[in-house]
């Protein structure tokens, strides 16, 4: 079973940038699709962005243009690049891993997006 940490997290103003890191436990990394969600504080978890086995990636809307996700399998961990980051985007963020019908959720790390 493959273990998610996520790190990188932090206190950024806003139109500040940071790139969130989510480390997985094993090997076959490369065959799951790999997610970023958040959730602000009294919200539900939302999705962010996706990227596959093959590097597709897919984003909700209201990032599409300022964050990026990437992958390197050879490292084991996803990434989440974001840019112009605007205060309602506080939240903690958490990746997740999917494969089949298997989803494994990671701890989670904080952003604080504030002047």
């Known amino acids: 079973q493959v273990q998610l940490v996520e790190s990188g997290g932090g206190f950024v103003q806003p139109g500040g940038s940071l790139r969130l890191s989510c480390a997985a436990s094993r090997s076959i990394f490369s065959l799951y699709t790999m997610g970023w969600y958040r959730q602000a504080s009294g919200k539900q978890r939302e999705w962010v962005a996706h990227?596959?086995?093959?590097?597709?990636?897919s984003y909700t809307p209201s990032v599409k243009g300022r964050f990026t996700i990437s992958r390197d399998n050879a490292k084991n961990t996803v990434y989440l690049q974001m840019n112009s980051l605007k205060a309602e985007e506080t939240a903690v963020y958490y990746c997740?891993?999917?494969?089949?019908?298997?989803?494994?959720w990671g701890q989670g790390t904080h952003v604080t997006v504030s002047s």
């Open positions: 990227i596959t086995t093959g590097d597709k990636t």
């Open positions: 997740n891993a999917i494969l089949g019908g298997s989803t494994i």
